[in-house]
């Protein structure tokens, strides 16, 4: 059973730029869940899809947007990058409705700088 | 909106004393409690969670402790050892079926001395 991998590991933005992180669900789940941890804070909640449909999003604007594929792999773009948006991005995955204890597996997350 | 509330922010204790960590939560349709552990450069993994129809849960050094009527939530951690120092959150959700958003706590850095 492979666990939440997610890709870049790290990377570095200037502002205005647009940027792409990946994340491949635990094998078996298909619901992927995004936040956002700023140095020193708890992660923030970002949206949840499943089954290839947003299903819950948080205060974030809409430059921040995802997309579910098939396979329940998941990205998340964000638009016009600002400072604020340094933080490192956490992906998080869960099994379907009739399994799901409520325990998210999370990935190791991408370092997102924004110069 | 929804809203978690932890304390302390920081927590020095020594080896083989106890540590407590406490949150509250604004949202009284929450029903899913979870502590994430976090090292430093890791992910966050869950420790112990409990639901909203439990007051205690314990799993050998861990506990957690509900009181909804208050909406507070504790962990407590007995017998501590030099590697649960970590970063520690409280979360609270509403568990539905299909749908799930943690609100996390600003984390508790927890150090255990030697």
């Known amino acids: 059973e492979t666990g939440v991998t997610q890709s870049p590991t790290h990377l570095i933005k200037t502002r205005g730029q647009q940027v792409t992180l990946r994340c491949s669900s635990q094998?078996?789940?298909?619901?992927v869940s995004w936040y956002q941890q700023a140095l020193g804070q708890g992660p923030q909640f970002i949206f949840q899809?499943?089954?290839?449909?947003?299903?819950g999003r948080g205060n974030f604007p809409p430059r921040f947007s995802g997309l579910q594929f098939p396979n329940y792999s998941s990205e998340l773009n964000v638009n016009a990058l600002e400072l604020d948006d340094s933080a490192l991005y956490l992906c998080?995955?869960?099994?379907?409705?009739?399994?799901?204890?409520?325990?998210?597996?999370f990935g190791e997350g991408s370092r997102l700088t924004v110069l | 909106g929804e809203n978690v509330e932890q304390h302390p922010s920081t927590l020095s204790v020594q080896e083989g004393d106890s540590a407590v960590i406490k949150c509250t939560y604004s949202d009284s349709a929450s029903n899913y409690f979870p502590w994430y552990k976090q090292e430093l450069g890791k992910r966050p993994q869950l420790i112990i969670d409990?639901?909203?129809?439990?007051g205690e849960k314990k799993d050998q050094r861990i506990a957690v402790t509900l009181n909804k009527t208050a909406k507070h939530f504790s962990l407590h951690i007995t017998e501590t050892q030099p590697e649960d120092s970590a970063v520690y959150f409280c979360a609270a959700s509403r568990l539905i079926q299909g749908a799930q958003k943690l609100v996390f706590g600003q984390g508790t850095r927890l150090t255990i001395n030697p």
């Open positions: 998080a995955s869960s099994p379907g409705t009739s399994l799901n204890t409520g325990e998210l597996f």
């Open positions: 409990i639901r909203s129809n439990v």
């Open positions: 094998s078996g789940h298909n619901t």
């Open positions: 899809y499943y089954r290839e449909e947003e299903n």
